[in-house]
């Protein structure tokens, strides 16, 4: 099934808002062997989506998905331009007018009359209920193209997906490729390329996509042949070891935490630099009680002499980014928490507050189990927020391979 993805609105192209929502579909669309083959973004007016969508139209997609438009401000205009591109009148429906009163009054509000323009349904078409927001979706057949128009809210786009589209598509006869993600970290993209080399460079009637981010990079095989992506996969995963640290979409987060789960551990951890995200990100995953006991984010060296009981003598002597401190904060929440493992990072975030001698992206992160501990030495670049990232999940990474070796 070939696809066209049109996003409407303005905050979009002036950069205000972050279209999310293109990937978020190409992604899930790809995966159920969908073809992608437009993505394109156009201001909230009558004549840019028409022409748009004219221009769409003329290379016969079997599917057009627009996001955005569709709510109560003046400015959402979507509805009403769709209903003139399609051909077709628009009648105000009551008892959904009604719903709407209720929802309103629910929270305390008198629903505004600029609502009324999402009660509008067209008379020809399909309306696409809305399960957690106001504005319903919208589908048409124009010849042998499907026109589906839904909200711009990520929250309720997903939802309408999930409930309605995706089942659609299904529906259609699309087959879902073979495929699989193997997802790695710690091994720049270059680097990995080479690395797996041997078992890519041959004929292997299999298509490999690369995916790097913050997080690593992912690898995504696809094939026609299951027992060529199969094998292909076996011998990039005998390759790489443990440098894979999932099949399928799951974080690092849920994997270290279904290992010390299933081994019987428990971990704390102490935060510096990342204030917070490594617990933030552990306990996202579901379950992750039974085996993350809690942590402490020391970012002042007050607090990581008090709260930590980092010796004042080692934060002057070695200062607070060092290998020193980075090890004696792992011991101490290991002993604070009386847990399994006690992991700790302290780096230099940025964009300033580097030296010389310890420059921005610095990073030490610490294990400690009981009689043991262990420090490694990463060097990020100056962005702050990316270095976070990089820190969480590399110091995540140091658990699970701590605890696969356990």
Not at 35 to 61: G, Y
Not at 136 to 156: H, K, M, N, Y
Not at 276 to 305: P, W
Request: net charge negative.
């Amino acid at each position: 099934m070939n696809v066209v993805l049109l996003s409407i609105g303005n905050e979009i192209l002036a950069g205000d808002t972050v279209n999310t929502n293109a990937s978020w579909i190409s992604k899930r669309l790809t995966e159920l062997g969908c073809s992608i083959k437009i993505q394109m973004t156009v201001p909230d007016e009558q004549n840019s989506i028409q022409d748009a969508l004219k221009s769409i139209l003329k290379n016969n997609p079997d599917l057009v998905i627009t996001t955005g438009g569709l709510g109560p401000t003046e400015d959402d205009i979507t509805r009403e331009v769709i209903f003139d591109f399609v051909g077709t009148g628009y009648e105000f429906d009551e008892d959904y007018w009604k719903n709407l009163k209720q929802r309103f009054e629910r929270f305390g509000f008198d629903i505004p009359e600029s609502n009324r323009s999402q009660a509008l349904i067209p008379m020809q078409g399909k309306v696409i209920p809305n399960s957690v927001g106001s504005a319903r979706g919208l589908q048409f057949q124009i010849d042998s193209t499907t026109l589906i128009t839904l909200p711009g809210v990520p929250a309720e786009m997903k939802s309408m997906m999930h409930e309605s589209i995706i089942p659609f598509i299904r529906a259609q006869g699309v087959s879902t490729p073979n495929m699989k993600l193997l997802r790695t970290t710690g091994i720049p993209e270059s680097t990995l390329i080479e690395k797996i080399e041997p078992a890519t460079a041959k004929e292997h009637h299999c298509t490999i996509g690369y995916y790097p981010s913050y997080y690593g990079v992912d690898i995504r095989i696809t094939s026609d042949a299951q027992a060529a992506l199969s094998r292909l996969s076996s011998e990039i995963s005998d390759i790489l070891g443990h440098s894979i640290y999932a099949v399928d979409k799951i974080d690092i987060a849920e994997v270290a935490v279904g290992l010390a789960v299933d081994k019987g551990a428990t971990f704390a951890a102490a935060e510096s630099c990342t204030g917070g995200l490594i617990g933030h990100r552990i306990t996202e995953v579901s379950g992750s009680s039974k085996a993350f006991l809690g942590g402490v984010v020391a970012y002042s060296n007050d607090v990581k002499q008090k709260g930590l009981g980092v010796q004042s003598s080692t934060l002057e002597k070695y200062g607070a980014v060092s290998a020193e401190t980075a090890e004696e904060m792992a011991e101490n929440v290991l002993s604070e928490f009386q847990a399994d493992y006690g992991l700790s990072v302290t780096g230099i975030a940025g964009p300033t507050g580097g030296t010389e001698d310890k420059p921005v992206g610095i990073v030490y992160i610490g294990l400690a189990k009981k009689g043991t501990v262990k420090v490694k030495k990463l060097q990020f670049g100056e962005h702050r927020s990316r270095n976070k990232l990089r820190t969480s999940q590399a110091a995540l990474n140091m658990l699970r391979l701590a605890l696969i070796h356990e």
